[in-house]
């Protein structure tokens, strides 16, 4: 099979298109044949450094990937040869604490597609049946490719962290990346007024056109800006994934009691903390990172009850991942980066 394959770090140079056989699929686990997968940043962050994964290389690329089932356990009763499917990119041991209180996410042993093990960026991929998931009639290969780190991770941000109400507000960062973006749509499907930020006026007008409420661009006096727009009262929930650089006026844009929830720091991960402020205004900070097997498939369903399609930035077929890798590396994307997989 044709696989995209990290053989080396310091850039594209490394990253190769090859042949590899076809995985051997054991006792428990189905073959998928892949048919999109989507690019996320930490395909960059793996080509170029890879500091603090665990794993070894040459190691087939991508998080995020979504087919059909080519092959699975005859007693498998949820899932058939043929079947359209979206996959959860974290496999996990199932027998630790956290495993056993469905908390997979927080799994001790959590092994990541394309991060830990061999990922999608391949004809087929092997992955525990725990890990396979129907795919809506109304999602494409495309989008559900796009489902498993951005939309999952803005889920649990939302819904399970914030715990968001119809009715509040929410101030999301750096829209136009995927999480974000996933925040601002399940956001405004929750009932929610948003508020989103971003450099660059190009992706604040998309993000208007797709239900943003409001749209401040850049950061100098965001905060000022938020409480203009709120009568003063600053926002019940931040979405925040920039870190350092935005870190002060996520906090002074934040209601009293208010809850800001982050999930990366791209800019640096050394904020301010102003401890006076967090205590005095009863703010509650979460981290969060992907989501649970339960919320993978609570987010599938809300988006085969409700119509909501990941927006898709651009598609290139697999022998122009350089490409791919390039863009999102520009940051010039507004939504997913996908691949189309060959047959």
Known sequence: MRVV???????NDQVNLVERPVPVRRPGEVLIRVVAASVNRVDLYMRDSGVGITHSLPQIMGVDGAGIVEEVDSQ????????????????????????????????????????????????????????VFALPDSL???????????????????????RLQPGETV??????????????QLAKLAGATVIVTSRDAG?????????????????EGLAAAVLNLTGGRGVDVVIENVGQAVWPEALRSTARGGRIVTCGATSGDRPSA??????????????????????????????????????????????????????????????????????
């Open 274 to 343: 102003d401890l006076k402020r967090l205590f005095v205004r009863q703010l509650q900070i979460f981290g969060s990172t992907l989501g649970t097997f339960g919320e993978f498939q609570d987010l599938l369903r809300f988006c085969g009850s409700t119509g909501l399609a990941p927006v898709i930035d651009t598609a290139y077929p697999l022998e122009q991942v350089h490409v791919a890798l390039d863009r999102l590396e520009r940051g010039d994307q507004f939504g997913k980066i996908c691949l189309d997989i060959p047959e």
């Open 171 to 184: 101030l999301i960062f750096g829209i136009g990346g995927g999480v974000s973006l996933a925040a601002m």
């Open 203 to 219: 992706k604040l007008a998309k993000a208007t056109k797709l239900g943003a409420d409001h749209s401040i661009q850049g950061v």
């Open 140 to 162: 494409s290969f495309r989008e559900g490719a796009a489902l498993g780190v951005a939309y999952l991770t803005a889920w649990r941000m939302l819904f399970t962290k914030a």
């Open 5 to 11: 394959l990290l053989e080396g770090r310091g850039g």
């Open 76 to 131: 498998q009763t949820h899932l058939k040869v043929g079947d359209r499917v979206a996959l959860h990119p974290a496999t996990v041991c199932g027998l630790c604490e956290f495993c056993k209180k469905g908390e997979q996410n927080l799994c001790t042993s959590i092994r990541f597609l394309g991060e830990h093990r061999d990922g999608t960026f391949c004809q087929f991929v092997a992955v525990p049946a725990a890990n």
